[in-house]
Structure formats: C-alpha cells, structure tokens
C-alpha cells in the first residue's frame, strides 16, 4: 500500500489491515466489523486516522473518522461487488486520566452480479445511495426499492479508558447491526462483543490481560421480516451476496463466525452457517525473561447456527445440529525471543477442538528481522 500523510489527514491507496474499532490489538478474539481474519481488501481511504482536536474542542470533544471505496472478490459472483465504509468516533476527555469514545463504523456490499439475481445497479446515483443508505430505483429488485439498497452492515462502538502511573484500563462495547432495527432502535437489544483490557508498562510475568465475552443470540428475534417487524439480522448474511460478510473464503469480521453449506436452505453455496454464538475469550502476554516474551489465547463457544436454517430443519422435521449448541475450544501459545537487536525468532502451537470443527493443530515457526536504509543521527 501507499500512504499519504498531510496535517491531519492520510490517504491510503492499496491493501491494509483497518484497525477501525476499539479492540484490544494484541490479545483480542476480532472485531464484529473488520478483524485481521481475512486478507485486506483492496481500496482507497481517506480521512483522519487518528484523534485529533476539532472545532468541539471546547467542549473537550476530538474525532477520527474516514471513508473508503474497495473492491470485493468474485467468489460465487459472476461480477465482483464494492465495499463501501466509513466512521466517525468522538472521544471526551472526562480528566486528565480518563475518557470516554463513541463511534459508528457502516459497511456495505453493493454492485457486481450473482448468479440468482443478476447485474446489480452500480452507476454513480447508485453510489451516493449506498452512501445516504436510500432505497433502490424501479430498475432494481423490488426488495432493494423497499429497503436500502446493497447489504450493510456495521457496529456502534463504546469505549472506556483509563490510564493512571503505569497502569492502563480499557473497557469496550462493540453492538452489531444488520438494518435499521439494530443500528437505530436497538432492537437486537445486548448482542454484542464486551471486552476488558488491562495493561501495565513494567516487564512482569503478566503485563496484558484481556476477556471478552460475545453474544449474538437475539438478532432481533428468531422470525423473517413481515409487513410489521423487520426480521431476523441473520449476521453477516445477505439474500443477494449470498457468500456474506466473506473475503476469499474467509470471514471478514469475527473469525468465531463460521461458513458451511446446506443444500437448498439459505443458499446452495458457502454461506455463513453458524453466527448465533456464546463465548468466552481470554488473553494473556508477558515475560519470561528479558529477552523471552510470551503471549497465550484460549476461546470456549457455544455456537447455535442461524435461525433461517434451524427454523427450515424444524418444519421438515429434521435435526438441526446445532441445536443444542456445538462446543468449540480454541487456543493458542507463543514465545517470542530476542537474539540481537533487529532480529526475533517466534514459534507458536495452536489448536482447534471441539464439536463445530474437526480437529486441526498447527505450528508456525518465524524469523524476523527488522532493517532500515536510513542512518540515524544524534
């Protein structure tokens, strides 16, 4: 990627990992919008990356925020779609030690052409609806004229945090939304991912400790939508963009998140079959010794599938797998070492057991090293 830096602002042109929300870096299980699970998406950005002061300053307000134009992957298309995000978060400064933040960060599929439903409207008036979130025009499927057209989808994102000597809290809410029940009535009432983070600066045994705790059981109720309700969020799904919230096979939010397929339910093809899920995240890093670092992960879920399916299962009077919840165990270990200055050898174990996904484990073995081509003077 290129990046451009001027003043405040930056612009991007390539392929970047978009650290957009308030997760923890280091230890967290990923964020309900954009995690580092799938390879970036191609695309342009603009906008303040980082905090910084505004004309709201008085009332000890600074913002970030961007947006973006990317280009999906084909996948089951025959034409690949666009992806449209943008955000804006707002931070108060609540003392000199603590503040609290608050943003948005919307995301939507639109454009390309699928098999089932052919040539999607793509010109640049269909742009600026995806962008003001406006219905489609005669031209398109009935559906998209009723509602907004494209598939958005995005997270309200509440953050707490507090630094005081060495120590450093961080408290977050990330609550997801498929339509405007969940982003603006809230009406999938607590889904989401809560997280707490605790930092110190000294070299110690433990010196990051994080727990998160995801939910996504409500989704606004287990119905489809009527001429009075708006329906089942079915996470990261989509009627049109039937591989959902995916990036070459691979889920672009929450890797907890996972696909499948059932042959003439939601799709024919890979679909997000599991997104209703319960689960614990705990993460741990520190020191061994000066020159050995250490960093352990270990997720425990209960993963219930997608209410679309289980309510198929059940009027055909199948068994639906899952259920009564799938128990899935994740983890991982890692030792970093530091043999010279520029150069790190890394080796880590991880492991997947349980119910949802066959057995798999794996070791990566790295080397890194870090030069530069400039000279540094005193």
Avoid: C
Wanted: hydrophobic content about 35%; glycine content about 8%.
């Amino acid at each position: 990627f290129i990046r451009l830096h001027k003043r405040d602002f930056t612009l991007t042109i390539g392929r970047v990992n978009k650290s957009l929300s308030n997760e923890s870096k280091l230890l967290s299980s990923g964020s309900l919008a954009i995690s580092n699970n799938a390879l970036p998406i191609p695309s342009i950005s603009f906008g303040i990356n980082n905090f910084s002061p505004t004309y709201l300053s008085k009332f000890n307000l600074i913002l970030k925020g961007g947006i973006s134009h990317g280009w999906l992957n084909k996948d089951q298309y025959l034409e690949a779609p666009f992806l449209h995000q943008k955000n804006l978060f707002f931070k108060k400064q609540l003392n000199s030690s603590s503040s609290i933040s608050l943003g948005i960060i919307h995301l939507a599929m639109w454009g390309g052409s699928t098999k089932v439903h052919g040539k999607q409207s793509q010109q640049f008036s269909d742009y600026l609806k995806i962008v003001f979130l406006r219905p489609g025009s005669n031209k398109d499927i009935e559906q998209e004229q009723i509602n907004t057209l494209g598939n958005h989808l995005g997270i309200w994102d509440l953050a707490y945090e507090k630094k005081q000597n060495n120590f450093f809290l961080k408290l977050y809410y990330q609550h997801p939304f498929e339509d405007e029940s969940g982003a603006r009535w809230l009406l999938n009432r607590f889904d989401g991912l809560y997280g707490i983070e605790l930092i110190s600066k000294d070299d110690s045994f433990i010196n990051k400790f994080l727990y998160e705790y995801i939910n996504t059981m409500n989704q606004s109720g287990s119905f489809g939508a009527t001429d009075s309700t708006y329906g089942w969020d079915n996470y990261y799904n989509h009627y049109i963009y039937q591989s959902g919230w995916t990036y070459y096979n691979k889920v672009i939010g929450n890797p907890l998140f996972t696909l499948g397929s059932n042959k003439g339910s939601y799709s024919d093809g890979v679909y997000i079959v599991n997104n209703r899920i319960k689960a614990h995240h705990l993460g741990l890093m520190g020191n061994l010794t000066k020159k050995i670092n250490y960093k352990i992960l270990f997720t425990y879920s209960q993963n219930f599938g997608i209410f679309s399916d289980m309510n198929r299962f059940k009027n055909e009077k199948k068994i639906y797998k899952f259920e009564n919840g799938l128990i899935q165990r994740s983890g991982l270990v890692q030792l970093q070492m530091k043999y010279i200055n520029k150069l790190d050898f890394e080796i880590s174990y991880a492991i997947d057991n349980g119910q949802l996904l066959k057995l798999s484990k794996s070791i990566l073995i790295a080397i890194n090293y870090n030069f530069s081509l400039n000279s540094v003077s005193k």
